[in-house]
Each structure stands twice: as structure tokens, then as C-alpha cells.
């Protein structure tokens, strides 16, 4: 639900499909409710059910050798 997740949330939403969102920092579920998706508590909630899920890896630093 950063800078990639909730517009992509908004959008999916907007599109007229059901989202259930998860986020590892709990801060962000006002943006998940804000976009109009559904908060879990953990992954696992959130892909119960799901027909397809969508995952944004936060942070990702490949190391440089």
C-alpha cells in the first residue's frame, strides 16, 4: 500500500473487482480503507479465496557486486 500498491489497489477497485489488502506495516491500512478495499490482518487472509493475487516486494536492494 506504498507508492505502487494503492494506486494499483484504487484502480482495481475503481475497475469494480473486490480487493482484500495486506500490508507488514500496520500504518497503511488507511490507505487500503481509503481506495476501498478490504483490510486483513496477515497474507494468508488476504489470499483466501483470491482468484489472483498481486505482490509489490517493498525496498528490494539486489546486492552490487
Do not use: K
Not at 40 to 47: D, I, L, Q, T, V
Amino acid at each position: 500500500m506504498g507508492r505502487m500498491g494503492t494506486p494499483i489497489c484504487a484502480n482495481l477497485v475503481e475497475a469494480g473487482h473486490r480487493v482484500a489488502a495486506y500490508d507488514i506495516r500496520p500504518e497503511r491500512e488507511a490507505a487500503a480503507s481509503d481506495c476501498g478495499a478490504a483490510w486483513c490482518g496477515s497474507g494468508r487472509e488476504a489470499a483466501a479465496g483470491a482468484d489472483v493475487l498481486v505482490l509489490d516486494q517493498p525496498e528490494f536492494n539486489p546486492p552490487m557486486d
